[in-house]
């Protein structure tokens, strides 16, 4: 069975940091591209930022592009997310999820190309 745990959402103050962490066990996730994505209330869900399998090739939307970083231990089958700067536009629900594409072509930005998705941490950015 496939879970995707997610951890480290909390309520934080503006210009604070976390640090998310997506747990993957069933898959080894050293063979998937793996991405956030989030999800604020009345809107759509949306890429925050992908990695490849080899830990050669990131991505990040142009929202959180200087202040998101991702990262992934093979080792430890788990992904990170270290956002920094927080804005309270940052609030939303952030899901971690994993994809059998390839990195080229830019379908790692795309959540329909995500077979396998975490329950999702609520991330809090008070103003």
């Known amino acids: 069975q496939v879970q995707l745990v997610e951890s480290g959402g909390a309520l934080v103050q503006t210009g604070g940091s976390l640090r998310l962490s997506c747990a993957v066990s069933?898959?080894?996730?050293?063979?998937?591209?793996m991405g956030w994505f989030r999800q604020a209330p009345g809107k759509e869900r949306e890429f925050v930022a992908a990695i490849g399998r080899y830990r050669l090739n990131t991505d990040a939307a142009d929202s959180v592009k200087g202040r998101f970083t991702i990262s992934r231990d093979n080792a430890r089958n788990t992904v990170y997310l270290q956002m920094n700067s927080l804005k309270p536009e940052d609030t939303a629900v952030y899901y971690c999820?994993?994809?059998?594409?390839?990195?080229?072509?830019?379908?790692?930005?795309?959540?329909?190309?995500?077979?396998?998705w975490g329950q999702g941490t609520q991330v809090t950015v008070s103003s």
């Open positions: 069933g898959i080894t996730s050293g063979n998937f591209v």
């Open positions: 999820a994993a994809s059998g594409t390839t990195w080229s072509g830019g379908a790692y930005s795309r959540h329909g190309q995500y077979a396998y």
